[in-house]
């Protein structure tokens, strides 16, 4: 399988705890890209690497959050002193940098929840 | 007021009717619309995606952006029940990265 895969699909923690959270995106894809999804919601933006640089990220990614992408292949989203507001899914996504077209894929996301 | 408003449903159909779902948007900057559909406990699923106003066409699903009203349709004919799923419409800036979700309708096809 080519997709992005998303390591692991479930961890469930308690409160306080720290987790850490992996992306693989499709092989030549440069841009990657965080989303966070919470019950009856949509996907919303947390942050975005083009290469190994993190070009942009939200209001939503508080202290507590930190992602890399050491190498420019896969990324790493960390969450310190988890909250239980922090359960949710957590979306990866990536693309290929083209001039006419931006198509975000997506992978099967890790299901966080804090007890 | 979120910027883009979806209706979250659920939707019920019968087998083989017309499906349309739709989104509004209030950010007249987006200029690239996307559909995606997600099964329960799934990643989202790239159905389709279109660029500025028109209608694009792809099996039996049709996308339509009427960008003069702020409003994006998917139109699904012949529905399955393995159509079932949540529908998520999307949109970007021209010079943007991150995508801009709907809430979500949630569809159900029945036999």
């Known amino acids: 399988d080519t997709g992005v895969s998303q390591n692991p699909r479930h961890k469930i923690t308690k409160r306080g705890q720290n987790v850490t959270f992996r992306c693989d995106p499709i092989?030549?894809?440069?841009?990657l890209y965080w989303y966070r999804q919470t019950l009856g919601q949509g996907p919303e933006f947390l942050t975005y690497?083009?290469?190994?640089?993190?070009?942009?990220k939200s209001r939503l990614l508080s202290d507590r959050f930190s992602a890399e992408r050491p190498k420019g292949s896969f990324s790493t989203l960390e969450i310190q002193r988890t909250e239980q507001g922090d359960s949710a899914m957590y979306l990866c996504?990536?693309?290929?940098?083209?001039?006419?077209?931006?198509?975000?894929?997506f992978g099967p996301g890790t299901r966080l929840t804090v007890l | 007021q979120k910027e883009v408003e979806q209706d979250p449903g659920p939707l019920s159909v019968p087998e083989g009717a017309i499906v349309s779902l739709n989104c509004t948007y209030s950010?007249?900057?987006?200029?690239?619309f996307m559909w995606y559909r997600q099964y329960s406990r799934k990643g989202p699923e790239l159905l389709m995606y279109t660029y500025s106003s028109g209608n694009k066409e792809d099996g039996r699903f049709t996308a339509q952006v009427d960008k003069s009203s702020k409003y994006i349709s998917l139109f699904i004919r012949d529905s399955q029940p393995s159509d079932s799923a949540t529908y998520l419409c999307?949109?970007?800036?021209?010079?943007?990265?991150?995508?801009?979700f709907g809430t979500g309708t949630q569809l159900k096809v029945e036999l």
């Open positions: 996504a990536s693309s290929l940098d083209l001039i006419t077209t931006d198509t975000q894929y």
């Open positions: 690497f083009q290469n190994e640089a993190q070009l942009e």
């Open positions: 999307a949109m970007r800036t021209g010079g943007g990265n991150k995508l801009t």
């Open positions: 092989s030549e894809h440069n841009r």
């Open positions: 950010n007249s900057a987006f200029q690239y």
